[in-house]
């Protein structure tokens, strides 16, 4: 790393010293920077001044489960950057959920948006509730109680957040219709909404799909395509669907699917009967992934927290499609993907790969699309969302669906022209943390860092 860039890294983790998923963001990001600073200085102070957020909000959510007893969880809400736009990013409703996790998602928000070439800032959100298990009148009351303290800090030219993990329809139902009822007003506040009232054709699929698209670009660099491919698709949430049933059109087999207790291994394929009943099952059904494998008879592998490797990765494929969760490729899985012949890594998850993981897919030269670039499929939507909204507007499924394929196919030509420039072709890391800086750090510039 650049050396002044490393002294910003460095303040960074000491104002923080207890974040290390946002480290571990900063960190991807900065290293690509060196170059950038070193030919144009203007842009350091630009670098410091990105990694730090604009707003942070943390606040109380108090709810009654259905026995009637008060529990108490946090809410957060981390505005990144709005140099390019509104606030625009995801809430996340999972135990899991804190500062660190959220402020490495809103970092990334930031260039990811910015690759989509739609006016749209950067920010994440969300609480430590966790919606399984719990009846949809305990997740109204929850939704409701966030969305009283969240809508003083949102708006449709201020912040305007969508789903993530933990969040699909229903918890963007019930926040929308609380906003509503507070304001007193019908804007398009929130994206992922139901298409009743005034959602998109294509949102469910859109990260799915625009992952499929830009690693078809990228194997079109190659002459190839999806053609025969053998592929290993993690997770089994909209991503993970939506990217099977993409590449099963475009002609390749996918032979995996998971969920927190473990995964599926079908070698004959994920069809698209397969697959119906796949979505029933998680989306309807709420189920657990190994009723998929007593109904198709192949073979369910649970998962054991004290291995050193994900046993999914173990599985020999042409191209893997990390889709569930932060960090889900280390070294050793990246090691055994590249042994095993893999030639493409496409991000459908934020940040799933390693630092140590990323280096090995860079070092055997495969083509490895980061998250920034590859998952921008579902903000770009979200801005198609918010324009058909202001538009009063409804565009049709082919409509939605070519306007995400033309972003996804601008944002790759983005990337590897990027990556071009500055002399390392085919580097997705290094082009995407650049060409999605550059936009940005130029908006900062001319507004004054404000």
């Not at 950057?81 to 402020?103: C, D, E, M, Q």
């Not at 298990?133 to 969240?150: H, P, T």
């Not at 979505?279 to 004290?306: S, W």
Request: contains cysteine.
């Amino acid at each position: 790393m650049n050396a002044e860039v490393q002294k910003i890294y460095d303040k960074v983790v000491a104002r923080d010293p207890n974040q290390p998923e946002f480290h571990q963001a900063v960190m991807e990001v900065l290293e690509s920077l060196g170059p950038v600073v070193e030919k144009d200085p203007k842009y350091l102070p630009v670098v410091e001044a990105i990694c730090e957020p604009e707003r942070v909000l943390h606040f109380r959510v108090p709810w009654y489960d259905d026995k009637g007893m008060l529990h108490v969880q946090r809410g957060f809400r981390v505005e990144m950057s709005s140099a390019i736009g509104p606030y625009k990013g995801g809430l996340r409703f999972h135990p899991t959920v804190n500062l660190s996790i959220l402020k490495f998602l809103a970092f990334e928000q930031v260039f990811k948006n910015s690759l989509t070439t739609l006016p749209m800032g950067g920010g994440k959100g969300g609480s430590d509730f966790d919606p399984k298990g719990k009846s949809d009148a305990e997740v109204m009351r929850f939704c409701q109680s966030f969305m009283m303290e969240l809508q003083r800090h949102i708006g449709q030219f201020t912040d305007v957040p969508a789903g993530d993990i933990g969040v699909g329809g229903r918890e963007i139902g019930y926040m929308f219709g609380m906003y509503k009822k507070i304001k007193n007003e019908f804007t398009g506040i929130l994206t992922g909404k139901g298409l009743d009232y005034g959602g998109s054709l294509i949102r469910s699929e859109a990260t799915g799909y625009g992952c499929v698209y830009f690693v078809r670009e990228m194997l079109k660099v190659k002459n190839d395509d999806f053609k025969g491919k053998t592929c290993v698709v993690s997770g089994s949430g909209n991503v993970a669907q939506f990217t099977i049933e993409k590449i099963t059109e475009l002609g390749g087999k996918c032979v995996t699917a998971s969920d927190s207790s473990g995964f599926v291994h079908d070698p004959e394929g994920i069809s698209p009967e397969k697959l119906a009943y796949l979505m029933e099952l998680k989306n309807v059904k709420r189920g657990r992934i190994q009723e998929y494998a007593e109904k198709y008879g192949c073979t369910f592998t649970p998962y054991d927290a004290g291995l050193d490797h994900n046993p999914l990765w173990l599985i020999k494929c042409d191209i893997a499609f990390p889709s569930a969760t932060q960090n889900e490729i280390n070294e050793k899985d990246a090691q055994t993907l590249v042994k095993n012949g893999c030639m493409a890594v496409g991000e459908g998850a934020n940040m799933p790969t390693t630092p140590a993981g990323v280096e090995i897919f860079q070092n055997a030269k495969i083509m490895y699309a980061p998250g920034k670039a590859s998952n921008a499929g579902g903000v770009a939507c979200s801005g198609l969302e918010m324009s058909q909204n202001s538009l009063r507007v409804y565009w049709t499924r082919s409509e939605v669906d070519a306007k995400l394929d033309d972003i996804m196919i601008a944002i790759h030509k983005n990337v590897y022209e990027t990556s071009k420039i500055y002399g390392r072709d085919g580097d997705y890391v290094f082009g995407a943390n650049v060409a999605g800086f550059l936009k940005v750090a130029n908006a900062m510039l001319q507004q004054g860092i404000l």
